[in-house]
Nanobody
Framework: QVQLVESGGGLVQAGGSLRLSCAASGLTFNFYAMAWFRQATGKEREFVGGINRSGSSKEYADSVKGRFTIYRENAKNTVYLQMSSLKPEDTAVYYC???????????????????WGQGTQVTVSS
């Protein structure tokens, strides 16, 4: 079965950096676009960043542009989210997601994604 396992979350001070990883198994990784979403307490899940199957196209939420970078290593079946200049408002559970639709565009809505990880907590202290 398909599994997405996130890691790399934790507690960091404002201005710091973290790198999240999502290891995929049970699927042909380079057939899937991948994305990161996040959900803060009491808020809806929101798109953070996405990358197409080859890594040639990326999309970011306005709130993280210039601070976060998504990239993938297809040989390792892994997608990453490098987060820098972290702010307290980045505090959330971060989820990895996989889209099997083979869409040319990176999808930014949660409903477009077929598989989800269990999430990893990121807490940014002020």
């Amino acid at each position: 079965q398909v599994q997405l396992v996130e890691s790399g979350g934790g507690l960091v001070q404002a201005g710091g950096s973290l790198r999240l990883s999502c290891a995929a198994s049970g699927l042909t990784f380079n057939f899937y676009a991948m994305a990161w979403f996040r959900q803060a307490t009491g808020k809806e899940r929101e798109f953070v960043g996405g990358i197409n199957r080859s890594g040639s196209s990326k999309e970011y939420a306005d709130s993280v542009k210039g601070r976060f970078t998504i990239y993938r290593e297809n040989a390792k079946n892994t997608v990453y989210l490098q987060m820098s200049s972290l702010k307290p408002e980045d505090t959330a559970v971060y989820y990895c997601a996989a889209d099997r639709s083979r869409s040319i565009e990176v999808q930014v809505t949660a409903s477009a994604y077929n598989y989800w990880g269990q999430g990893t907590q990121v807490t940014v202290s002020s």
